[in-house]
């Protein structure tokens, strides 16, 4: 490897991976919207999703290098207008494969992409969730744009992430914690997930630009959704109670928040009934030692298991900064 590019360099993951090159001595460039800098490496001003591949095809190749990461694209966090199948494939496939394809163009022999654990528990269910998931759906129309490509790819399929992005408002809060403002209690289904932190997505980028191939799911912590909101409320000063109720509670209630998200024009990129009773009530947890064989953390070091507690206090103090002034 003599050189890694990381499309995304500014953004929360792809920020942390080029931290990781940098600080390991490898070379590395990085474009994004915003541009920048970080760890002594300027960083491109370029809207990738604006740009004709040509052009980029020939931006590629004057930087030489031969490992790309794609840290680009909206996560299931995003509200897009309707119909949001619509937009996430075009994010996440149809602009993907063409910037992928673009690098290998210029010469990349490798390339890293940032997929999502949902792709993983997709195949898992026999291709349930993409069925009524428009967001899981692009995510694993995604992953066969990229293992189409004539390169040795691995796309990671990341869980939930905890850390703060440079800018200092994760998106936790407006797009998770606000559903429980207007209650005196909050209450979730008994199923759990895979988390882990951004300096774990940082060594999993790493990993893969030397070796793994094809999907690789990212494990670090498994925690129930109960634990985790009971952190989550504790970390951010919160003293309300966490209950466990059945999923078809749950999903009737989704029913109003749906209601409203179609009367606004907008469609989220995981049907929040569905979510209820596909998602929320399963465990969608991943063993973090299969993630270390597939990337070969012996070779660095590594260690897929986390202890999320010290990033998710963190990003608890972000979201609600205004509880954690002096004197509060």
Not at 32 to 52: H, L, M, T, Y
Not at 134 to 162: D, G, H, K, M, N
Request: glycine letters at 10%.
């Amino acid at each position: 490897m003599k050189k890694v590019f990381i499309a995304g360099g500014t953004g929360f993951l792809g920020r942390a991976a080029l931290e990781k090159f940098a600080n390991g001595g490898v070379a590395v460039a990085a474009a994004s919207r915003s541009g920048g800098k970080a760890c002594g490496v300027e960083i491109d001003r370029i809207d990738f999703f604006a740009e004709n591949p040509d052009v980029l095809a020939d931006y590629f190749e004057k930087k030489d290098f031969d490992v790309f990461v794609y840290a680009l694209g909206p996560d299931d966090r995003v509200m897009p207008p309707a119909s949001a199948y619509g937009y996430f494939r075009e994010k996440l496939v149809v602009r993907c494969r063409d910037i992928l394809n673009a690098a290998v163009r210029a010469g990349a022999k490798r390339l890293v992409v940032l997929g999502s654990y949902f792709a993983y528990f997709d195949k898992l269910y026999g291709g349930a969730l993409s069925l009524k998931h428009p967001y899981i759906r692009a995510r694993r129309e995604q992953e066969e744009a990229a293992l189409s490509l004539p390169a040795e790819t691995v796309v990671l399929e990341l869980p939930y992430i905890f850390g703060v992005p440079e800018n200092g408002k994760p998106l936790w809060r407006d797009s998770f914690l606000a559903h429980y403002d207007k209650y005196p209690a909050v209450f979730m289904t008994g199923g759990g997930t895979a988390a882990t932190d951004v300096h774990g997505i940082a060594d999993a980028v790493y990993a893969a630009a030397h070796c793994g191939s094809g999907c690789v799911p990212v494990g670090g912590v498994n925690i129930s959704y109960i634990d985790l909101l009971k952190k989550m409320l504790f970390y951010a000063k919160d003293s309300r109670k966490v209950y466990k109720i059945p999923a078809f509670i749950g999903a009737l209630g989704a029913r109003s928040v749906l209601k409203e998200y179609r009367k606004s024009g907008r469609e989220p990129g995981l049907n929040p009934v569905k979510l209820m009773t596909q998602i929320q009530n399963k465990k969608f947890y991943i063993d973090p030692e299969e993630t270390e064989r597939a990337l070969c953390y012996d070779k660095f070091n590594f260690k897929a298991v986390r202890d999320i507690d010290g990033e998710l206090k963190k990003t608890m103090q972000a979201c609600y900064a205004e509880r954690f002034e002096k004197g509060k």
